[in-house]
């Protein structure tokens, strides 16, 4: 398949309606870039981190930063998304995968999403605006299909929420939109924000639960899942680059201590002093211990009743 073809079918949202859909997509991407690049530039500062070049196809273009210790070739994708595949059967059936496959559901969700990204980065510098809605949107999207395929009532909208005096009287509705409304039970379980970087969004996630959980007078959990927080950046020397680390530490510890922590934040990437540093990694965590253990256990914990808040289903239109 062409750049052209590739980037011809990523803009139209409606070509990933299921899993299928993005495993397909991305056999055909890594396909094209096993000898369709320009070049593979290694960054100058993290050398696991590379960039594609694109050729006149792709108006010389080059990509995001691309994570090769998480990013499957075309060889090792044809095994791992069986592999994937029986992950996500085996959770849907309430049954613990394989330790070892751990790595597995992380590459493969980082691959099919870079796949995404990559492809609209060859677009023309005019439409930059249109790649990132339609990435976001799309990440948005594969995180709830697969929540969805666990059986899990999981989507994305607006909730009317009742705003009560202190006599328990309702006073009017309010408004939240939401990338991820996890019900079971007839509650609702879980809020989730889901975004392919926390840069410029990280302030609004716990504001959003603090303000939420106030109105309402509950503690429903509110969870994060971001797909990386790297971007490229250019060096002194030209046509080298490197990367920039995009998340805030500072504002994260300040809003766990001072606002409320969140739920569940989760990564593909993650990045080191998430790992090192004593108080982000008790909160921060690969996003394979969303799927194998955490939507588990927040699921079986108290939700807000269905019949209190209504929940109108529809994409976000603020997906980034």
Request: hydrophobic share 35%; net charge negative.
């Amino acid at each position: 398949m062409r750049l052209e073809d590739l980037v011809n079918h990523v803009v139209d949202k409606e070509n990933f309606q299921t899993i299928q859909n993005y495993i397909s997509f991305c056999r055909n991407y890594l396909e094209f870039i096993a000898n369709g690049l320009q070049a593979r530039i290694v960054s100058q500062n993290e050398n696991h981190y590379q960039f594609y070049q694109y050729t006149n196809d792709g108006h010389y273009n080059i990509t995001r930063p691309i994570n090769t210790n998480l990013m499957y070739d075309a060889g090792i994708f044809e095994i791992a998304y069986n592999q994937f595949l029986q992950v996500i059967e085996q959770l849907r059936d309430r049954q613990l995968p394989e330790e070892s496959l751990r790595q597995v559901l992380i590459c493969t969700i980082y691959t099919l999403q870079q796949t995404i990204g990559a492809t609209l980065d060859a677009l023309p510098s005019g439409k930059s605006n249109q790649a990132r809605k339609v990435n976001g949107d799309l990440f948005e999207r594969l995180i709830r299909l697969l929540i969805a395929y666990l059986n899990i009532d999981c989507v994305s909208g607006t909730i009317q929420v009742p705003i009560r005096d202190d006599n328990g009287v309702i006073l009017f509705n309010t408004t939240y939109q939401h990338d991820l409304l996890i019900s079971e039970d007839n509650e609702l379980k879980i809020i989730g924000s889901v975004k392919t970087s926390s840069k410029d969004r990280i302030d609004k996630i716990f504001v959003d639960k603090f303000l939420y959980n106030k109105l309402t007078s509950t503690d429903l959990p509110h969870i994060a899942i971001f797909l990386n927080d790297v971007q490229r950046k250019k060096t002194k020397q030209q046509n080298r680059y490197g990367i920039n680390a995009t998340f805030l530490p500072g504002h994260f510890k300040a809003y766990t201590i001072k606002l409320n922590p969140l739920d569940g934040v989760y990564y593909c990437d993650i990045r080191p002093n998430m790992i090192t540093d004593g108080l982000i990694s008790q909160h921060i965590q690969t996003i394979d211990n969303f799927f194998y253990r955490d939507i588990w256990n927040l699921l079986s914990s108290h939700g807000q009743s269905l019949e209190e808040v209504e929940i109108e289903e529809g994409e976000n239109r603020e997906s980034e």
